[in-house]
C-alpha cells in the first residue's frame, strides 16, 4: 500500500520560504507522477505542481509559477516543494499526492490516486 507522508509545513512571514517534503513508500515510483495540491477554508483543491518521476515533465499552477520549485529524490523516495516568496494568498492545507502512470503528470486532483494527510501553511502579512 503506498503511503506519502508530508512534513515542513508551518508559520511564517510574507517573502519567506518554506521547503515541503513528501517521504513515499510502499510503491516502486519510477513509474509514478506525484503531484502538490492545496487547499484553502471554503475553497476547492488547488492544482500546485507535479513531476513524472523520472524528472523529465514538471508542471506548475499560475499562482505559483517562479516563486515554488518540484523536485524528487529517486534514492529516497522523497518529493520536495521549494516555496519562496511566499504571499498570505499562499496560506492553505498542502497535500502530496500520487498516481501510478506512465504517462504526463495528471494537474486534475481527481486523478491522483493516494494523498498523505497534509500539512498546514500559514502565511502572515
Known amino acids: 500500500q503506498v503511503q506519502l507522508v508530508e512534513s515542513g509545513g508551518g508559520l511564517v512571514q510574507a517573502g519567506d520560504s518554506l521547503r515541503l517534503s513528501c517521504a513515499a513508500s510502499?510503491?516502486?515510483?519510477?513509474?509514478?507522477?506525484m503531484g502538490w495540491f492545496r487547499q484553502a477554508p471554503g475553497k476547492e483543491r488547488e492544482f500546485v505542481s507535479a513531476i513524472r518521476w523520472s524528472g523529465d515533465t514538471i508542471y506548475y499552477g499560475d499562482s505559483v509559477k517562479g516563486r515554488f520549485t518540484i523536485s524528487r529524490d529517486t534514492a529516497k523516495n522523497t518529493v520536495t516543494l521549494q516555496m519562496n516568496s511566499l504571499k498570505p494568498e499562499d496560506t492553505a492545507v498542502y497535500y502530496c499526492?500520487?498516481?501510478?502512470?506512465?504517462?504526463?503528470?495528471?494537474?486534475?486532483?481527481?486523478?491522483?490516486?493516494?494523498w498523505g494527510q497534509g500539512t498546514q501553511v500559514t502565511v502572515s502579512s
Open positions: 499526492a500520487a498516481r501510478r502512470t506512465s504517462m504526463l503528470p495528471p494537474r486534475s486532483h481527481v486523478d491522483y490516486d493516494y
Open positions: 510502499g510503491g516502486t515510483f519510477n513509474r509514478y507522477a
